[in-house]
């Protein structure tokens, strides 16, 4: 038991709230992170099977307010041509591993994983990309759909896949919020058909809606003050 929705709020409860208000503000300032850093911080206070239904609404709701406002900025062809049918195809695998069970490896995998990536890019300066790198950008592309269907964190994938494209910071943010706005759809389709989502974790979803729009507001203040080279390095970072 972790409380019921219309008793005191719990002090394990205030400390996700102020989870989700820096998620929100990383992800509208650079374009993703929302699950990733609520996963990472919340994971100390709820087990990942509980933290999940509580996160993944909030975090489309978010996604598709950042989609509606800047929604000139997607990159369309972009989007529909490649972004969405290659992540799609790995969630698609995500799916069907879920019967499975998660392998106690995946998360800690996922870890070192983001940590190379970043490594990578930074050395790069998120810019040139070397030879053959279409085909690691596809296959990121398909790991990012797969780890957002099992973990509901595959951003750093998908952003380390978009990089070479080249997008300004206002594309890519826009191209991304698209892209999660999509996955999250599906993902909030799937916790509700198995129960995981329900009125009581929706209730307190609900409640983490005002954190997330301090986090948002915060998070497009930052935004509107990055240059390309110091958002480069803070999507990596």
């Given at each position: 038991?972790y409380?019921?929705?219309?008793?005191?709020?719990?002090p394990?409860?205030l400390?996700?709230?102020?989870?989700?208000?820096v998620a929100?503000?990383?992800?509208?300032?650079?374009?993703?992170?929302?699950?990733?850093?609520s996963?990472?911080?919340g994971?100390y206070?709820?087990?990942?099977?509980?933290?999940l239904?509580?996160?993944?609404?909030?975090?489309?709701l978010?996604?598709?307010?950042?989609?509606?406002?800047h929604r000139?900025?997607?990159?369309?062809?972009?989007?529909?041509?490649?972004?969405?049918?290659?992540?799609g195809a790995?969630?698609a695998?995500?799916?069907?591993?879920?019967?499975?069970?998660q392998?106690p490896?995946?998360?800690?995998?996922?870890?070192?994983l983001?940590?190379?990536?970043a490594?990578?890019?930074?050395?790069?300066?998120?810019r040139?990309?070397?030879?053959g790198?279409?085909?690691?950008?596809?296959a990121a592309?398909?790991?990012?759909?797969?780890?957002?269907g099992l973990?509901?964190?595959?951003?750093?994938?998908?952003?380390?896949?978009?990089a070479r494209?080249?997008?300004?910071?206002h594309?890519?943010?826009?191209?991304?919020?698209?892209?999660?706005s999509?996955?999250?759809?599906?993902?909030?389709?799937?916790?509700?058909?198995?129960?995981?989502?329900?009125?009581?974790?929706?209730?307190?979803?609900?409640?983490?809606?005002?954190?997330?729009?301090?986090?948002?507001?915060?998070?497009?203040?930052?935004?509107?003050?990055?240059?390309?080279?110091?958002?480069?390095?803070?999507?990596?970072?």
């Amino acid at each position: 038991g972790y409380g019921g929705a219309g008793g005191p709020i719990e002090p394990w409860f205030l400390a996700l709230g102020a989870v989700v208000g820096v998620a929100m503000a990383v992800q509208t300032a650079v374009g993703f992170g929302a699950i990733l850093v609520s996963v990472t911080f919340g994971a100390y206070l709820l087990p990942l099977d509980a933290l999940l239904p509580l996160i993944v609404p909030v975090s489309l709701l978010q996604s598709s307010t950042i989609l509606a406002r800047h929604r000139a900025a997607v990159r369309r062809r972009l989007l529909f041509v490649c972004v969405l049918p290659l992540v799609g195809a790995g969630v698609a695998v995500s799916l069907a591993l879920v019967g499975t069970g998660q392998a106690p490896w995946l998360r800690p995998a996922l870890g070192v994983l983001v940590l190379g990536l970043a490594a990578l890019s930074l050395a790069e300066d998120g810019r040139d990309a070397p030879p053959g790198s279409s085909w690691a950008s596809a296959a990121a592309l398909v790991a990012g759909g797969v780890v957002q269907g099992l973990l509901a964190t595959g951003g750093p994938l998908v952003v380390w896949g978009l990089a070479r494209e080249r997008l300004d910071r206002h594309a890519l943010r826009a191209t991304l919020a698209a892209v999660w706005s999509a996955m999250n759809v599906l993902l909030v389709g799937a916790m509700i058909a198995d129960g995981r989502i329900d009125g009581a974790s929706a209730a307190r979803s609900a409640m983490l809606v005002v954190p997330a729009a301090v986090g948002l507001v915060l998070g497009e203040a930052v935004h509107g003050r990055l240059d390309e080279a110091t958002f480069r390095r803070a999507v990596w970072g």
